[in-house]
């Protein structure tokens, strides 16, 4: 009898053993699989990524990715390169190109600023601030959701034909939105409804706010997304007063002070950017002189575009996560621009990462097993079956976005960076003395690519509130052969022109007149984008040069 008691304790402790044993195995397991990557190695993976990105970037894309922000550093540090109206207007903040200004700085410094480096190493200075606001996005969709929505957000935020297009480029967008992902995940108004409760996101509002504040310095129109938050936050907050007149007053006006006094130093006397920003884009309507789109442009092309085939992954993330505020900043942002005449898929940058976070909430729930109300070892058939649709939707994404991505990347408009980058070849031996650009305004890199001082030309397209005004850029396409007799009756003439094949027809006997060869012809473009299709960039010389 004592005998038989013994063996049934030995039996009892063995079981519970095994379902201690059991018990930290699972403990271990749900740790594994619930805590997130460590920060480090998520921004090593994607600081490697968005190199690769960055050099694989070929092609041009908006203007203001050179001319307003590389091209004006370029003139702080080595002392040459073109401002364009926007600065006399005193639109702009030195506070981005300053930015570069230290790299390039960098970069005359360990005596590296050659002609191929000058062309390659803005883009992959940008990708380092791109993979910090990859990480801290990865840590938003965490703290929102779980670890497998941050996994899942991060591939599409990686693989997302327009973040891999634009978020390298030198834009002020592109710095807009790492610093908007950054100051989100800050703020506390954005509760982890979704989250397991054994992490909380490290909200700090002051943070949120100098952050918010400085990607409104260099982009004011980024108040529009701060509006949203800060109004969110300020019916929920109990310490109303605190918040406005202790942090959101102090903070602003101390990060405004700052950017104010940076401008003081750069334009030489004071200028209030934000106010003469809103003034010119907002009150007078200036941005349409560059252009304009419909109303619903932004919902019904703009913003589908960017997202293109994540779309329906995002629509599904947004109804079956409820997570109605991160929604409604999205469509409040979309809302407001599309107030204005002037739209560009640029300015909506800043909430596509929100976009493509629901995204993968909607990747991460495809043959997401329930084990809280079966055992996955149950249901293997319907996980077989959940996993397959799990890898048709993934090769679906990939399979559209990829080639997209590299198309627009690399091919797509790209003659005008090559052209630009062989006339800097060709400049360092001393074979371009002067360049005149027969081409729409802007249409081009310009000092900063080509990296010498010599004398330049481009068709100006500055606006004017004259009335019957035209450009010299219109003027140009309006009648290229008249426009450049009448220019050639006074000028010096350049070495080397530049101008696209479509404009070339009208301007051949012009060019073989005075003495001009066509030297190369660069690629550009399969299609035309809003004006006539300008399928290569002619580069001609003077024959004696």
Same mark, same amino acid.
């Not at 403990?27 to 690769?52: D, M, T």
């Not at 293997?380 to 649709?389: E, L, M, P, S, V």
């Not at 990939?398 to 006339?423: C, K, T, V, W």
């Given at each position: 009898?004592?005998?038989?008691?013994?063996?049934?304790?030995?039996?009892?402790?063995?079981?519970?053993?095994?379902? @201690?044993?059991?018990?930290?195995?699972?403990?271990?397991?749900?740790?594994?699989?619930?805590?997130?990557?460590?920060?480090?190695?998520?921004?090593?993976?994607?600081?490697?990524?968005?190199?690769?990105?960055?050099?694989?970037?070929?092609?041009?894309?908006?203007?203001?990715?050179?001319?307003?922000?590389?091209?004006?550093?370029?003139?702080?540090?080595?002392?040459?390169? %073109?401002?364009?109206?926007?600065?006399?207007?005193?639109?702009?903040?030195?506070?981005?190109?300053?930015?570069?200004?230290?790299?390039?700085?960098?970069?005359?410094?360990?005596?590296?600023?050659?002609?191929?480096?000058?062309?390659?190493?803005?883009?992959?200075?940008?990708?380092?601030?791109?993979?910090?606001?990859?990480?801290? =996005?990865?840590?938003?969709?965490?703290?929102?959701?779980?670890?497998?929505?941050?996994?899942?957000?991060?591939?599409?935020?990686?693989?997302?034909?327009?973040?891999?297009?634009?978020?390298?480029?030198?834009?002020?967008?592109?710095?807009?939105?790492?610093?908007?992902?950054?100051?989100?995940?800050?703020?506390?108004?954005?509760?982890?409804?979704?989250?397991?409760?054994?992490?909380?996101?490290?909200?700090?509002?002051?943070?949120?706010?100098?952050?918010?504040?400085?990607?409104?310095?260099?982009?004011?129109?980024?108040?529009?997304?701060?509006?949203?938050?800060?109004?969110?936050?300020? =019916?929920?907050?109990?310490?109303?007063?605190?918040?406005?007149?202790?942090?959101?007053?102090?903070?602003?006006?101390?990060?405004?002070?700052?950017?104010?006094?940076?401008?003081?130093?750069?334009?030489?006397?004071?200028?209030?950017?934000?106010?003469?920003?809103?003034?010119?884009?907002?009150?007078?309507?200036?941005?349409?002189?560059?252009?304009?789109?419909?109303?619903?442009?932004?919902?019904?092309?703009?913003?589908?575009?960017?997202?293109?085939?994540?779309?329906?992954?995002?629509?599904?993330?947004?109804?079956?996560?409820?997570?109605?505020?991160?929604?409604?900043?999205?469509?409040?942002?979309?809302?407001?621009?599309?107030?204005?005449?002037?739209?560009?898929?640029?300015?909506?940058?800043?909430?596509?990462?929100?976009? @493509?976070?629901?995204?993968?909430?909607?990747?991460?729930?495809?043959?997401?097993?329930?084990?809280?109300?079966?055992?996955?070892?149950?249901?293997?058939?319907?996980?077989?079956?959940?996993?397959?649709?799990?890898?048709?939707?993934?090769?679906?994404?990939?399979?559209?976005?990829?080639?997209?991505?590299?198309?627009?990347?690399?091919?797509?408009?790209?003659?005008?960076?090559?052209?630009?980058?062989?006339?800097?070849?060709?400049?360092?031996?001393?074979?371009?003395?002067?360049?005149?650009?027969?081409?729409?305004? %802007?249409?081009?890199?310009?000092?900063?690519?080509?990296?010498?001082?010599?004398?330049?030309?481009?068709?100006?397209?500055?606006?004017?509130?004259?009335?019957?005004?035209?450009?010299?850029?219109?003027?140009? @396409?309006?009648?290229?052969?008249?426009?450049?007799?009448?220019?050639?009756?006074?000028?010096?003439?350049?070495?080397?022109?530049?101008?696209?094949?479509?404009?070339?027809?009208?301007?051949?006997?012009?060019?073989?007149?005075?003495?001009?060869?066509?030297?190369?012809?660069?690629?550009?473009?399969?299609?035309?984008?809003?004006?006539?299709?300008?399928?290569?960039?002619?580069?001609?010389?003077?024959?004696?040069?």
């Amino acid at each position: 009898m004592m005998r038989r008691r013994f063996d049934v304790k030995e039996e009892a402790g063995e079981e519970l053993q095994e379902l @201690l044993k059991g018990d930290r195995t699972q403990s271990v397991s749900q740790k594994s699989i619930h805590n997130p990557r460590p920060v480090i190695k998520v921004f090593g993976i994607c600081l490697v990524f968005r190199i690769a990105n960055a050099l694989l970037i070929r092609t041009y894309f908006n203007p203001d990715e050179h001319w307003q922000s590389l091209e004006v550093a370029h003139r702080i540090v080595f002392g040459y390169g %073109h401002m364009t109206w926007e600065w006399s207007a005193g639109i702009r903040s030195y506070l981005h190109p300053l930015i570069f200004a230290f790299f390039y700085k960098l970069l005359w410094f360990f005596n590296l600023d050659t002609p191929s480096i000058m062309v390659m190493a803005p883009r992959v200075y940008q990708s380092f601030f791109a993979a910090i606001g990859d990480a801290y =996005f990865y840590r938003l969709s965490y703290s929102i959701f779980d670890k497998q929505t941050a996994d899942w957000a991060l591939l599409s935020q990686l693989t997302n034909w327009f973040m891999f297009y634009c978020i390298t480029r030198t834009l002020s967008n592109s710095l807009e939105a790492v610093l908007t992902i950054m100051a989100i995940y800050y703020w506390p108004s954005l509760k982890c409804s979704q989250s397991p409760p054994y992490e909380l996101r490290r909200t700090s509002r002051k943070v949120a706010l100098v952050l918010a504040a400085f990607a409104c310095v260099i982009r004011p129109t980024s108040a529009v997304i701060w509006i949203y938050l800060g109004t969110l936050h300020l =019916f929920e907050t109990r310490d109303k007063v605190k918040f406005v007149f202790m942090e959101v007053s102090p903070i602003g006006a101390s990060v405004l002070a700052l950017a104010c006094l940076f401008d003081r130093w750069m334009y030489g006397s004071w200028v209030f950017v934000p106010l003469n920003f809103v003034k010119f884009n907002f009150f007078s309507s200036g941005g349409d002189y560059y252009g304009t789109h419909k109303w619903h442009w932004y919902f019904s092309q703009g913003f589908p575009t960017m997202l293109f085939t994540f779309a329906p992954f995002t629509i599904i993330g947004i109804w079956q996560s409820k997570e109605w505020k991160l929604f409604g900043l999205i469509a409040w942002v979309l809302g407001v621009y599309s107030i204005l005449g002037h739209k560009e898929f640029r300015f909506v940058l800043p909430v596509l990462p929100i976009a @493509l976070m629901f995204s993968g909430y909607t990747l991460a729930k495809i043959g997401k097993c329930h084990s809280m109300e079966l055992n996955c070892k149950g249901i293997g058939r319907t996980k077989q079956a959940h996993d397959f649709k799990k890898k048709w939707a993934i090769l679906f994404l990939l399979l559209s976005n990829l080639p997209m991505a590299f198309y627009m990347s690399m091919i797509h408009q790209r003659g005008s960076e090559d052209a630009m980058a062989f006339l800097a070849r060709e400049a360092a031996i001393g074979k371009v003395h002067s360049v005149l650009f027969l081409m729409p305004c %802007h249409s081009t890199p310009y000092y900063s690519t080509l990296h010498r001082n010599i004398s330049m030309r481009f068709l100006d397209c500055s606006p004017s509130a004259a009335e019957g005004y035209v450009d010299e850029s219109d003027s140009f @396409l309006l009648d290229p052969a008249k426009f450049t007799s009448n220019m050639a009756l006074d000028w010096k003439q350049p070495s080397h022109i530049l101008l696209f094949d479509s404009q070339e027809r009208h301007l051949k006997d012009f060019l073989a007149s005075h003495s001009y060869k066509e030297i190369r012809r660069f690629f550009h473009a399969h299609f035309k984008v809003d004006r006539d299709l300008q399928a290569a960039v002619l580069v001609y010389a003077l024959v004696e040069c």
